[in-house]
């Protein structure tokens, strides 16, 4: 027989089964995997990308290259010619003259087009509200920061004048998207267009120069032109993405993101449960035709040809289908959303289109594929015996290409051999805890059998006569609602998490530069004035001249951060308490026998970057002293914390006889601008920093990562629950013959319903009962270590479990069954 | 007006006719079937026994079954339920193989054949009528019928099947599933997919065994129609003795065995 007509006879019998309705579950299930997915894809897919442009604001650019020196113009063409918009940017450190006064300062020339991303804020007087525009001043107008007006005395439609050039007053610069989170410029700065920079005559030799180009566009083109500007940048020249512009936003942005890939897994593994489980009853129904199929002399070949055929083109199917439905789906999600997220939201890319199919695809091969090749394998004495179904595969068949398909994604997720090996064993352990549970319910459901009423005896002994499905049913139903749980208490941890750790009374000023002589009355100043001020930290300036006894300046390093840790000067500090946002990750905190001893811990930044570990000699040269110390501790630390914090922190009693400063933090409540210029006339030497701006950008992008996570777990809920039904669905056919011979011998229909009902319950129990066990666990592990935030157990999620599982599947159950109860049995019991 | 009993039996006998007129052609399956008739053995069992296991150990269903079927005749095998009639037809038609012994059908041993080579034997000299009639379900009375010529690659798998549903009375009703058709019809289906292909030998397993009375003798008058008409080979399977009392022979099984005489 010619594999060749195989194909016709698959597609002529596949209409006629669509014509006569007998694919519907089977197209339902996968259409609706594959829209919870691609739905699920695109959305992360959007809003990673909204959340990446709202956090590439804190660089006004997508991609921001700094160089102490000139910066050519073959970049700007070369960005140009891939389609991407530039601007320019060059900061001067110069004295600012207004009237008598001077003030060394910042002189920003922006050009046009700044800032790429993000706005600036101005307003008409100094610590004004801040009104958003889109660009800078335009030539002959500075717009200088309240700092810098308050210090020099002046007002809008003041002349300020910058090296020759006299510039008019025009705003009050409040905020710029790009001032940063930390403390490299402390000086007041100001704004001037950048056709006014060579009037000035700043740029001379030996001044303080630094130059920025600044590139936004296509989140491809900016990710190919960053490859292409990493390898041909000159030394000196510094490429600066989100992730070190502001840590606290990236590490927001980095959990968002992992949480939302979390949420495409469970799309995933919820598809594979619906797969399975159509795939399952596609062969059940089938059995009875291969056979005859074969009796009437088809091959194995042929048949197996038959079956992949039809059950590729309901995959192609399915997929069209469900993409189209999952597009859908988000769009209108998002339209929902709008005016909570950005308007301006990124168009959907077609990677998840592709996605999608491949992932789809994968699922079929790894969980439909198996019991296809079963089915080919049904002998033909079936249509004489029809107690005689396929023989039992062999494990690595029936298994193999499923573990490798959900290994496959799960890697493609978390990347991270640790992490996938963690899922992959926690994912195969839940499973065979499920099963073994599944047979004991069947077990116990047994010896159940004598001691309740007729209902439940029929509900009940269809659960242990069924051993194998009711097991296969458990498992899938509890990995189902286990992934859905799981998805609900990470949800809830990451939240919680972001709220902990943006209180409303975060620190929203930084003080530096406090004179050691002043620091206790400025505290008490502040206090007085109702701020809540945080630690206070001396501050003193230090350089790094060797490790280990061999120079910084003959080691290499793995990229330029580590060059710039390395080489520049950094401020250290030394304390004794190890604060509520450090954790010691390696070696010991110090104790009160460490005092004065040369000790030193450092960030689990500084150690990844400069390759130190526990008990290495790093050399300081602090203010002409040399100071050799071991490193005693590695500590993480919480940057969205806003307290001070040091990458090198040292004991006390070592460094106290050194001359140095102290900064500390405090809070503010807004349109506290008064005490701000107080202060600034009192402490002249002290440096304000004012953080309500970066923490209004962490916080809208936290807020938007939250509502993310919130609109994404409910979309991979709807789609959970959707994919759940239709798995229930694929149980329909086994029930139907029974329940129509129950009925022919006399039950009513209420005796075989409350009968189902019965089964399911145990059913949906049981899955409940383990999947709150199974995400309790999976919780903590994940919260832990892929998300790191806390992780807080949540009694509800049992009662939500136990009730909204066992409720969900014998809802569920009985809408999949109630048309079977309505059908005469006599057509049931003919019809077959 | 006719009553539909009338209706059908009128058409079985007309369905006869023109099947015996379609075997009448001179294609190369026709040839062969005609060259069977020559009185040749068609079928052969040879010392045949079948083992199944069960919880009281090794279960002999067919034991030392012997005997050989010559081309064109009917042979009847009877027995009560549970003598291993139908376990023996799965052997002769190699849907099953057998512990010991062998079967030669047409000429070849089954046992020398695998699966697919069993099969491909089947779908160029056997069909099948059952007692359950075994349609499928999602595939109508003329999509039935086509199954056994599409598998055989035919192209004018249609047109055969059409008449052949015409010879067996059911013209008017090609467009319909199993499930709109009562059981005397959906056998008349099985027979016309089980004769379209024109088979050296037929095996039906209890064909009247789910009808009553009066149709499952109208169904024995068909299959005996058009058995004699186009000169296949039959080998019926049943416990009705009046409906294998139709057959040139018949043998009677036993506790898996040949009765004597």
């Known amino acids: ?206 001044s303080r120069a630094s130059e920025a180009v600044l590139f936004a566009g296509e989140t491809k083109a900016v990710a190919d032109f960053k490859k292409w500007l990493d390898g041909t940048r000159q030394r000196g020249e510094r490429l600066l993405d989100v992730s070190e512009a502001s840590p606290q936003i990236q590490t927001a942005t980095d959990r968002a ?64 289908l469900g993409a189209a439905i999952g597009y859908l789906a988000q769009e ?56 005689i179904g396929a023989p039992t595969p062999l494990v690595w068949l029936a298994f193999g290409p499923a573990v490798l398909a959900v290994a496959f994604l799960v890697w493609w997720v978390v990347r991270e051999p640790r992490l996938f090996a963690g899922f992959i064993i926690g994912l195969a352990i839940f499973l065979g805890v499920l099963a073994v549970a599944g047979w004991l319910l069947v077990r116990f459901a047994g010896s159940l059998r004598g001691t309740v009423g007729v209902s439940w005896r029929y509900g009940i002994a269809n659960l242990s006569r069924r051993r194998g499905e009711s097991i296969v049913q458990i498992v899938a139903f509890g990995l189902g609602l286990m992934v859905l749980l799981l998805l609900a208490v990470v949800r809830n941890d990451l939240l919680a998490d972001w709220k902990r750790s943006l209180p409303e009374d975060l620190p929203n000023f930084f003080f530096i530069n406090i004179p050691p002589d002043v620091q206790a009355e400025f505290g008490t100043f502040l206090e007085a004035r109702g701020a809540e ?82 008990g290495d000699r790093m050399t300081f040269d602090i203010a002409g002293e040399t100071l050799e110390a071991e490193v005693a501790s590695v500590r993480k630390i919480e940057w969205d914390s806003f307290q001070p914090n040091f990458f090198l922190v040292f004991p006390p009693g070592l460094l106290d006889e050194l001359a140095g400063t102290w900064m500390t933090s405090a809070y503010l409540e807004k349109g506290e601008g008064q005490v701000v210029a107080e202060l600034v006339r009192r402490y002249p030497s002290v440096s304000v920093f004012d953080l309500d701006d970066i923490l209004t950008q962490v916080r809208s992008v936290i807020d938007k990562a939250a509502l993310a996570v919130q609109s994404v777990f409910l979309f991979t809920l709807l789609a959970g629950i959707v994919v759940l039904l239709a798995a229930v669905q694929a149980t329909r056919d086994e029930r139907r013959y029974e329940s129509a011979m129950l009925r022919t011998l006399g039950a009513s229909r209420s005796t075989v319903a409350r009968g189902i009902l019965a089964e399911f319950t145990a059913l949906g129990l049981l899955s409940g009962l383990l999947a709150a066990i199974g995400a309790t666990l999976a919780g903590y592990f994940i919260a832990r270590e892929f998300l790191e935030v806390q992780y807080s157990f949540d009694a509800t999620l049992w009662v939500v479990g136990l009730l909204g599982g066992g409720g969900l599947v014998a809802a569920s159950g009985w809408l999949a069954t109630r048309s079977v109860l309505k059908q005469p049995p006599a057509s049931t019991l003919r019809g077959g | 007006m006719l009553s539909p009993t009338t209706k059908i039996a009128g058409a079985g006998v007309a369905a006869g006719d023109a099947a015996a007129g379609a075997i009448d052609s001179n294609s190369p399956t026709d040839r062969e079937a ?64 057998p512990s010991s012994g062998r079967v030669l059908l047409a000429g070849q041993d089954l046992n020398s054949l695998d699966e697919d080579g069993r099969a491909r034997l089947r779908a160029e000299r056997v069909g099948f009528v059952f007692q359950s009639f075994h349609l499928v379900p999602a595939l109508t009375a003329l999509e039935n019928v086509m199954l056994p010529l599409e598998l055989a690659g035919r192209r004018d798998a249609r047109a055969g099947a059409r008449e052949a549903l015409e010879h067996v009375g059911l013209g008017s009703r090609v467009g319909h599933y199993p499930r709109q058709l009562s059981g005397g019809e959906q056998q008349r289906v099985a027979i016309a997919r089980a004769f379209v292909v024109r088979p050296a030998v037929l095996f039906a397993d209890e064909p009247t065994g789910n009808l009553d009375t009066v149709t499952g003798g109208r169904i024995a008058d068909l299959l005996f129609d058009l058995n004699a008409r186009s000169g296949t080979t039959l080998l019926l399977v049943t416990h009705d003795r009046d409906l294998a009392a139709r057959c040139g022979r018949m043998l009677v099984m036993e506790a898996g065995r040949l009765a004597p005489g």
């Open chain 1, 1 to 206: 027989m010619a594999t060749v007509n195989a194909i016709p006879l698959a597609l002529r019998q596949l209409a006629r089964e669509w014509r006569s309705g007998e694919l519907g579950i089977l197209l339902l299930a996968l259409t609706v995997a594959v829209a919870a997915l691609t739905g699920v894809g695109f959305l992360v897919d959007r809003i990673k990308q909204s959340v990446a442009l709202q956090a590439n604001e804190v660089l006004a650019a997508d991609l921001r290259l700094e160089s102490p020196r000139p910066i050519g113009d073959a970049y700007e063409t070369e960005a140009r010619r891939r389609g991407l918009t530039v601007a320019r940017s060059t900061s001067v450190l110069s004295m600012a003259q207004l009237g008598e006064a001077t003030q060394l300062s910042n002189v920003r020339f922006v050009g046009d087009g700044y800032p790429l991303r993000g706005k600036v804020g101005v307003s008409g007087t100094a610590f004004g509200a801040p009104v958003s525009v889109s660009a800078g001043p335009p030539r002959g107008e500075v717009w200088p920061d309240s700092k810098l007006l308050s210090t020099l005395g002046g007002e809008v439609g003041a002349t300020l004048t910058v090296g020759e050039l006299s510039l008019r007053v025009s705003r009050v610069l409040i905020t710029r998207p790009d001032q940063g989170g930390g403390f490299a410029e402390l000086a007041p700065s100001m704004l001037v267009h950048r056709d006014d920079l060579e009037a000035a005559k700043l740029l001379q030799p030996g």
């Open chain 1, 332 to 387: 209108w999600l998002l339209r929902a959303l709008q005016g909570l997220l950005r308007t301006d939201l990124p168009t959907a890319g077609f990677a998840p289109l592709g996605l999608g199919f491949m992932t789809s695809i994968a699922l079929l091969a790894g969980f439909a594929l198996p019991p296809l090749l079963q089915l080919s394998r049904v002998p033909a004495i079936r249509v004489l015996r029809r107690d």
């Open chain 1, 257 to 320: 993101g992992r949480f939302l890939s979390l949420a495409s897994l469970v799309a995933v593994l919820l598809c594979a449960v619906a797969v399975a489980m159509a795939a399952r009853r596609y062969v059940q129904r089938h059995l009875d035709s291969v056979a005859l199929l074969k009796t009437l002399g088809a091959s194995r070949m042929f048949t197996l040809t038959v079956s992949l055929v039809q059950l590729f083109v309901i995959a192609v199917a399915a997929s069209i």
């Open chain 1, 533 to 614: 001020t945080s630690r206070a930290l001396p501050m003193i300036r230090a350089r790094l001249t060797d490790i280990n006894g061999r120079s910084v300046t003959d080691l290499t390093f793995k990229d330029d951060r580590g060059e710039r840790f390395a080489n520049r000067d950094q401020n250290i500090t030394w304390q004794a308490d190890l604060g509520d946002d450090n954790k010691v990750i390696e070696g010991r905190w110090w104790t009160k026998a460490d005092h004065g001893k040369p000790l030193v811990s450092i960030s689990d930044e500084y150690q990844q970057e400069l390759g130190l570990k526990i």
């Open chain 2, 34 to 97: 005609i060259s069977l008739s020559n009185k040749e053995t068609v079928l052969e069992a040879q010392d045949l026994g079948k083992e199944v296991s069960s919880p009281e150990g090794p279960l002999a269903i067919v034991r030392e079954v012997s005997f050989q079927v010559r081309a064109g005749e009917s042979v009847a095998i009877v027995g009560a339920s549970g003598a291993g009639k139908s376990t023996l037809l799965a052997l002769l038609a190699g849907l099953d193989l």
